[in-house]
């Protein structure tokens, strides 16, 4: 064989397998489901009580990936999503992950903390209300799930229910990288009348 | 707590209600449910669901009675291992009234809130509640 057509050979066989490599459907679909850096914007802080009484704030959370949960206790897609996200938490929790979920529920802890007792919900939940809900883009159907990477900006967002294994590609692909430096945590501190507790 | 925004549901009186003091009566409430969403049933088969439920403003010459519902469906979801107790598409409901034996003779309306609480396939929507609207006519 001709160093001409070996070179060829090669080429084509690098050719091809970059071909496989992007269009092969088994490629985890990590990328389709996060925005790029750019397109990025700050996801806002809040401060809600969680079921303890203590007041939990997303800017607490500076440096790691967030999942935040919108959902509520009589929302039937949202339960099957909480316990993949109690596992994500056990999982992922050591390398800098949380999950928030943020209840939408009327009737707020009386309805809520029955739920969180009987499922063993092993991360943070608050109750939510209107305005929170507003800084979010005016939450409509539930779930909504928001993933935010570890500079603070809202990296993705899922409305209803999603694959299991879409979320958690998005969390791992997060996890990957780590914050700006020089970019702080990119999060909105917003007035005192923007900020809720319930 | 949240905003109405947009509804999932309609619910209309089908017609005017005549009816003569002292006597039971009842008016037939059309709910319609957009194609796509189920709401509840007035019997859910969870506690934590909310149920269809229909009042109405105490006042006027009619008494609230009962509420007849129709038999629900029981559907199964994707996101749910069990059947579902369901109304989707459209669908009647009774209302059943006294007329109060002092009621004066004339025209009246009757306002009633019909609270729902809809999801489809994949999504869950926070409890709404739409107005009903009954005139009736005591003889």
């Not at chain 2, 005017?16 to 002292?22: D, E, I, S």
């Not at chain 2, 519902?69 to 006294?98: C, H, I, N, R």
């Not at chain 2, 009633?112 to 709404?128: D, I």
């Amino acid at each position: 064989m001709s160093a001409v057509r070996l070179g060829t050979v090669l080429l084509t066989g690098v050719l091809l397998g970059g071909v496989i490599y992007w269009c092969w459907p088994a490629r985890p679909a990590k990328a389709a489901s996060l925005k790029p850096d750019r397109e990025r914007h700050a996801a806002p802080d809040f401060a809600l009580k969680d079921v303890n009484g203590k007041t939990v704030r997303l800017s607490d959370y500076k440096g790691k990936v967030v999942l935040l949960d919108f959902w509520a206790t009589y929302c039937g897609p949202c339960k099957i999503e909480i316990p993949w996200f109690m596992d994500f938490e056990r999982k992922h929790k050591d390398q800098g992950f949380s999950v928030l979920g943020v209840s939408m529920d009327d009737d707020g802890w009386d309805a809520v903390k029955p739920f969180v007792n009987d499922v063993g919900i092993n991360y943070r939940v608050m109750v939510g209300n209107d305005s929170t809900a507003e800084m979010y883009g005016g939450i409509e159907a539930l779930p909504t799930t928001f993933l935010i990477d570890r500079d603070g900006k809202i990296a993705a967002v899922h409305v209803g229910l999603t694959s299991r294994s879409e979320i958690e590609n998005g969390i791992e692909q997060l996890l990957q990288t780590p914050a700006h430096p020089a970019g702080g945590s990119g999060r909105v501190s917003l007035p005192a009348e923007f900020v809720g507790t319930r | 707590m949240w905003a109405q925004g947009n509804q999932y549901l309609t619910a209309e009186a089908s017609q005017k209600l005549v009816a003569k003091r002292g006597t039971a009566t009842e008016a037939q409430i059309a709910v319609s449910v957009q194609p796509g969403f189920h709401v509840n049933s007035n019997t859910p088969s969870d506690a934590y669901l909310i149920p269809l439920k229909l009042t109405w403003t105490p006042g006027g010459a009619l008494e609230p009675g009962t509420v007849v519902f129709p038999k629900p469906q029981m559907e199964k979801y994707e996101f749910s291992d069990k059947p579902l107790s369901v109304f989707t598409g459209d669908f009647d409901l009774v209302a059943k009234f006294k007329v109060s034996a002092g009621a004066s003779q004339g025209p009246g309306i009757m306002l009633g809130k019909l609270r729902y609480q809809a999801c489809n396939n994949n999504s869950c929507f926070p409890p709404k509640t739409v107005e009903v609207r009954l005139s009736y006519q005591v003889q």
